[in-house]
Nanobody
């Protein structure tokens, strides 16, 4: 059974940083597509950053390029999202997601994935 557990959310002032973690189990971590999505109140879900082992690609949404970095520790089955220079518009529930690596990273961030965590709330105050 695939399980994804996010942690690291919280309240931070604009300009600050947070690092989200996603502990994964139930699949071969280095042979998967995995990524971070977010959903703000009243808005559609957005693919923030995704990695796919199908082509080794990494995708970032334009809204976070240069500020957010996705990384993984295969030994710990954990993926991270380092978020710097946070803005109030980054406020959202952030979800970790995973899927079989059939497509490139942009496809997953645009279309979603099969397995989801429960999310962690990030609030950026102005």
């Amino acid at each position: 059974e695939v399980q994804l557990v996010e942690s690291g959310g919280g309240l931070v002032q604009a300009g600050g940083s947070l690092r989200l973690s996603c502990a994964a189990s139930g699949f071969t971590f280095d042979d998967y597509a995995i990524g971070w999505f977010r959903q703000a109140p009243g808005k559609e879900r957005e693919g923030v950053s995704c990695i796919s082992s199908s082509d080794g690609s990494t995708y970032y949404a334009d809204s976070v390029k240069g500020r957010f970095t996705i990384s993984s520790d295969n030994a710990k089955n954990t993926v991270y999202l380092q978020m710097n220079s946070l803005k109030p518009e980054d406020t959202a529930v952030y979800y970790c997601a995973a899927d079989s690596p059939a497509y490139g990273s942009s496809w997953y961030c645009e279309n979603g994935m099969d397995y989801w965590g429960k999310g962690t709330l990030v609030t950026v105050s102005s």
